[in-house]
């Protein structure tokens, strides 16, 4: 079972970006598409660590800002032919408020990402 | 469904699957019984250098991961429009909705009396090679008929193999159709000096033999020997089975420029192809073509190909030689020519309008991807005329001269990209490995020149000299990135023209393959509207690097630099004071004095620097733009005040620089500096705008670059009041704004667009300058407002707080 907590509204995160969420284990990244989806990794880049929340949305990716590797916001994997996973955590959108759980998904992801 | 398994046909493929990977179930047909091979790196596997696995492109594995059903070894032999289907020699058939002609194109075999004997060959497919290589065990002596490219780089490998080889040519030079009569001359004898004979003006009569080749006879009498005859005289396009199914055919398959026979659910690429007249036999034009191709077989139905400028390269170890383009020349170009037979170096390059029409090298071809670059580019040499034969190296830019022989004396374990710590050894290898033709690619996969891009000329050459330097280095009109297929130049216009608005209009009236872009265009598009529509755009701050959507600097662990505008770097006990009183406030971990004459903080946590530039402000400091592509600094020397070597007022000069540009974005960072005379302390010449103050007043000097390649500036013009100096200050920014591509410092736009172009937009034309400087003021009534005060106040909050805390 997920322990969802809400973090805040849709319109708190800007559309094409990010926000952190602060917790004792380190800080989530949500992000927020243009398409209005919500995703939420660890705001770490598997490379250098750089913090994705501050990296440019595009599409279903962002471009961690420290040395542009291209992570995919719906598994976490590093872009090819880059190779790295920032963790997941479950998120979801219930009448325009974000839940989030701070429990890390899955780190097994299978197949490739789209 | 692809007739003819070769590099033009799966190029176009690998790029139709990289553009709609699941548009279409593909068939190919293929003649040879092998895999997709590069037909380019024959020559090395003909001398021993290379084996034939190592130049296989896509193997079977490839075609069965893709999902592509492949026939090996079918010849197709006609094609049924009607039904839509073709059908191999075997009598397999099978049905398309589009099919892709790359047939290629065959040796031209002489129509003299035994062409037919066995041991006569073309050189062309893997086939030709195992014949050559059979032969050479069995037999001594080998005639090549034909001393063009294709000749002599078999004439080279069958010597290598130990065959006694005579060349025998019709023309009176070799190489003629890429090569002048001086630069044919020493390829002669150094191909001599290796031991291959020369019959010039050698018109072939007859091949003699019963059962198999045994000698080759002349017109003027003359036989000689030969156990194995390769005909080298020319290629024609395979163009039978397009005409056998009424496609109009002329010398190839005649093509529009969207690679369409006239039948438009058939399309052709490669060398069986005719296309504005022109048929091609070189690899780069192919691959273009390809692109081309595959662009509209996934609909995208945007690109357009309008023919290709083609540099030739001989691969014969130990040989350099070089062409490109109009070499001849004609009674309206001038020629410069370097020889020095001695050395056995010759360079010629054919100008006209001071554009490069064409080149020839021999010997020394270091410079040869330089000159066809310029040429392709148009750009105007007039600058660098007396020194252009010298080459790239001798341009100035310090460090960096003699790239292609640096990298080639370099071990493997010497460092190439020193930003991601890339070695030679690594790029070598997966250039080979993951076999990349290109420099995005060689990025992609191993990250060197995707950071500072110094060392692009680096990976560029080892790209070069890995794959032979048959590569096409990069295209001529370049995408902006592969959201598009628009160049930066035909965006801005579109732009303007269509009155494009905001970065969705953009991507609508452009068909933007992508919903939203990507890091690399939405940065770009959102500063060329910024520009072309001052205070009417709104700046989109979700496109903007994080460094100029926080308006601070991003460090490696996450926090933040501030550095406050010290204006034209003069300060006073009561500034310093407060910085020091806000740095203890703040417990600032590291504080810094810059390079541009400022002082940097570092270490501040995000959700800090609001408040700390509340206080900035407070202290009357306003935000040195030290994260953005944007005005930096104006530094400056103490001048006349001071100084005893002083001619102007170099100090109040710069402020006033300062206060006139601050806030104003750019494509790429920008830096002034004033010197207060030519000793030039504040380092105007190597600035993006310097100015030296001399006696008689000011001379302006513009496009220098301290950093990544050191380039000292050009001089523009001199002038005599600080008026002046603001109002061409104002024009050159502006034309730079409006002009240059995004991420380009003024130190490569002003080279590719020439400093002659600069000078008259500049200097010359004195109506068109003050209409610069006007906009570019104007711009300025809208930039110049001061980004920490208002997030200071609030704005842009969600910025820099966190959404929650969670305990």
């Not at chain 2, 004033?674 to 006696?695: H, L, M, Q, W, Y």
Request: charged share 25%; aromatic share 8%; proline share 4%.
């Amino acid at each position: 079972m997920n322990d969802w907590i809400e973090v805040g509204t849709l319109e708190d995160i800007p559309r094409q970006g990010a926000r952190v969420v602060r917790t004792a284990e380190g800080d989530i990244a949500v992000f927020r598409t243009l398409d209005d989806e919500v995703f939420a990794l660890r705001d770490k880049c598997p490379h250098k660590g750089g913090p994705l929340s501050q990296g440019i949305v595009h599409g279903r990716r962002v471009a961690c800002p420290l040395h542009d590797w291209k992570i995919h916001l719906d598994t976490g994997l590093a872009v090819a032919p880059d190779e790295g996973c920032a963790a997941r955590f479950p998120v979801k959108l219930l009448d325009g408020r974000v839940y989030l759980s701070p429990k890390i998904e899955s780190r097994t992801v299978a197949g490739t990402a789209g | 469904m692809l007739v003819g398994n070769g590099m033009a046909g799966m190029r176009t493929l690998e790029e139709l699957l990289k553009l709609a990977p699941d548009k279409y179930a593909i068939t190919v047909f293929g003649a040879e019984p092998h895999p997709n091979y590069n037909r380019i790196l024959l020559s090395p596997v003909l001398t021993g250098e290379k084996q034939f696995s190592e130049i296989v492109l896509n193997d079977d594995a490839w075609y069965a991961e893709h999902g592509i059903t492949l026939h090996k070894g079918k010849a197709v032999i006609e094609i049924n429009r009607r039904s839509r289907s073709v059908r191999a020699a075997d009598g397999t058939t099978a049905a398309y909705d589009r099919l892709l002609l790359a047939t290629g194109s065959s040796p031209f075999l002489l129509p003299v009396p035994g062409n037919n004997l066995p041991g006569v060959i073309g050189f062309r497919d893997f086939a030709d090679v195992e014949t050559m290589l059979l032969a050479a065990r069995e037999y001594r002596h080998a005639v090549v008929i034909g001393g063009g490219l294709l000749g002599l780089e078999a004439a080279n490998g069958l010597m290598k193999q130990g065959m006694k080889v005579t060349v025998v040519h019709l023309p009176d030079a070799l190489m003629e159709r890429q090569l002048d009569a001086p630069a044919a001359k020493m390829l002669k004898k150094s191909l001599e000096d290796r031991g291959l004979e020369f019959v010039l003006k050698g018109v072939t009569k007859e091949i003699i033999g019963k059962n198999r080749v045994h000698g080759v006879a002349l017109e003027d009498g003359r036989e000689f020997t030969a156990d194995l005859v390769v005909m080298a005289v020319g290629i024609r396009p395979n163009i039978e089975l397009a005409k056998k199914a009424g496609l109009y055919c002329e010398r190839g398959v005649v093509v529009s420029d969207t690679l369409q026979t006239y039948d438009p659910s058939i399309y052709a690429v490669g060398e069986c192809v005719q296309h504005r007249k022109q048929t091609y036999g070189l690899v780069a034009p192919l691959f273009e073509q390809a692109k081309v191709c595959a662009n509209h077989l996934a609909h995208f139905g945007i690109s357009r190909y309008e023919g290709s400028m083609t540099s030739t390269k001989l691969k014969v170890t130990g040989i350099d030689l070089f062409s490109a383009g109009n070499f001849t020349g004609n009674d309206q170009t001038e020629e410069i020519v370097l020889q020095d037979a001695g050395a056995g170096v010759y360079k010629k390059v054919v100008l006209k309008d001071n554009r490069i029409q064409g080149a020839v090298m021999y010997g020394d071809t270091m410079d040869g991807a330089w000159y066809f670059q310029l040429m392709r580019d148009g750009t105007d040499v007039s600058g660098m005329r007396n020194k252009l034969l010298f080459g790239q190296a001798h341009l100035g830019d310090s460090g960096h001269g003699d790239i292609k022989s640096r990298v080639s004396s370099m071990s493997d374990s010497t460092e190439i990209c020193g930003c991601n710590g890339v070695c030679k050894g690594v790029i070598v290898k997966t250039i080979t490995d993951k076999k990349l033709f290109t420099l995005d690619e060689v990025r992609a996969h191993t990250k060197a020149s995707s950071s500072c891009g110094s060392c692009t000329g680096l990976v560029e050459a080892l790209l070069a000299s890995t794959l032979g330097g048959d590569y096409s280095t990069t295209p001529k009109k370049k995408p902006m990135c592969p959201c598009t297929e628009h160049s930066h130049d035909d965006v801005r216009l579109a732009i303007r023209s269509q009155s494009l608005k905001t970065i969705p209009a953009v991507f609508r009236a452009l068909e933007w393959k992508t919903p939203d872009g990507c890091n690399k265009c939405r940065p770009a598009l959102n500063f060329y509207l910024l520009v072309a529509w001052p205070g009417e755009y709104a700046d989109d701050n979700q496109s903007r690097f994080i460094n100029e959507r926080a308006h601070a600097n991003i460090q490696k662990d996450g926090t933040y630099s501030v550095i406050p505008r010290i204006w034209g770097g003069e300060t006073t006990p009561a500034q310093l004071r407060s910085l020091a009183e806000i740095a203890e406030k703040y417990q600032v971990p590291t504080v810094h004095i810059t390079g541009g004459q400022r002082i940097d903080f570092l270490g501040i946590p995000k959700e800090t620097l609001p408040a700390m530039w509340g206080d900035l402000s407070q202290a009357g400091f306003v935000s040195g733009h030290a994260y953005g592509k944007a005005i930096r600094t104006v530094k400056t020397c103490v001048g006349k005040t001071w100084c005893r070597f002083g001619t102007q007022d170099s100090t109040a000069l710069g402020i006033e620089l300062e206060k006139m540009t601050w806030g104003s974005w750019t494509p790429h960072k920008f830096k002034l500096a004033v010197s207060g005379c030519p000793r030039n302390c504040a380092e105007a010449t190597i600035k993006d705008f310097g100015v030296v103050c001399v006696d008689s007043g000011y001379e302006l000097h513009v496009g220098g670059n301290g950093g990544v390649k050191v380039r000292a500036t050009d001089f523009l013009c001199a002038v005599k009041t600080p008026e002046e100096v603001k109002e061409y200050c104002a024009a050159f920014l502006q034309v730079y704004r409006e002009e240059a591509h995004y991420l380009e410092r003024t130190a490569p736009w002003v080279e590719r667009v020439g400093l002659t172009y600069v000078k008259q937009r500049v200097a010359e034309d004195a109506a068109g300058r003050k209409k610069l400087a006007e906009r570019f003021w104007y711009s300025q009534t809208f930039a110049q407002v001061d980004p920490w005060a208002a997030r200071a106040k609030g704005a842009d909050r969600h910025e820099f707080i966190p959404l929650k805390q969670i305990a």
